[in-house]
């Protein structure tokens, strides 16, 4: 079965610091990963997709992911943070089809 | 711009009620799912559904059914509701096809069960 694991409850960071939030993911092949963002009353939003190839991928808002294979990992970063980027961030994965595992989520705080 | 809309922001049942949650988009999608969240646990996957008049469980279909009479519509019934169904409800859409994966999700239900 598919899992993720979002080690990382809560993470505080100041306006303008770079930033990496850790996702890593149980999946028996080649997955599709995701990471979706949840700005306070909303729903989430798409950030960015891997399905293949390049292993850099970059999303909206001018964050990006790499996956890493050998370390079943999909880490989210940014490098400058902006205050409205406080937010909870979900790392997602599926095995094609549209039946996604969700993380348990991240909650960024940024500090001004 | 896709519009997943969700009827209610915040709901209020009593414990034994009949409840329903509906959903509604705009974009033409085939397949349309019902998540709920809760805080530590994430979004875990009730129901979801490929087309019209058809449903596939989730992970946690218990105490839950589906219904979707039309394409825009899918609606998420709680037959008789306890406070441990207590939750934000996330509806969300997706085309099929290539794309199948990126999920559109409306702004969620708070539903309390007294």
């Known amino acids: 079965a598919q899992s993720v694991t979002q080690p990382d409850i809560h993470i505080t960071v100041s306006e303008g610091a770079s930033l990496e939030l850790r996702c890593n993911y149980s999946y028996g092949a080649t997955p599709y990963l995701f990471w979706y963002v949840q700005s306070p009353g909303q729903g989430l939003q798409l950030l960015l997709k891997y399905f293949s190839g390049d292993t850099l991928v970059q999303g909206i808002k001018g964050f990006e992911a790499e996956f890493k294979r050998s370390q079943s990992s999909f880490n989210l970063r940014k490098p400058s943070v902006h205050w409205s980027d406080a937010a909870e961030y979900f790392c997602?994965?599926?095995?094609?089809?549209?039946?996604?595992?969700f993380g348990t989520g991240t909650q960024l705080k940024v500090e001004l | 711009d896709v519009k997943v809309t969700q009827s209610s922001r915040y709901l209020v049942k009593r414990t034994g009620e009949k409840v329903f949650l509906e959903c509604v988009q705009d974009m033409d999608h085939e397949n349309m799912f019902w998540y709920r969240q809760d805080p530590g646990l994430g979004l875990r996957l009730i129901y979801f559904s490929y087309d019209v008049k058809m449903k596939e469980k989730g992970d946690i279909p218990e105490g839950y059914s589906v219904s979707r009479e039309k394409k825009e519509r899918f609606s998420l019934i709680l037959e008789s509701a306890s406070t441990n169904q207590t939750s934000m409800y996330l509806c969300?859409?997706?085309?099929?096809?290539?794309?199948?994966?990126?999920?559109?999700f409306g702004s969620g239900t708070q539903l309390s069960v007294l």
């Open positions: 969300a859409s997706s085309h099929g096809g290539e794309e199948n994966e990126k999920l559109f």
């Open positions: 997602a994965v599926t095995g094609g089809g549209n039946k996604l595992t």
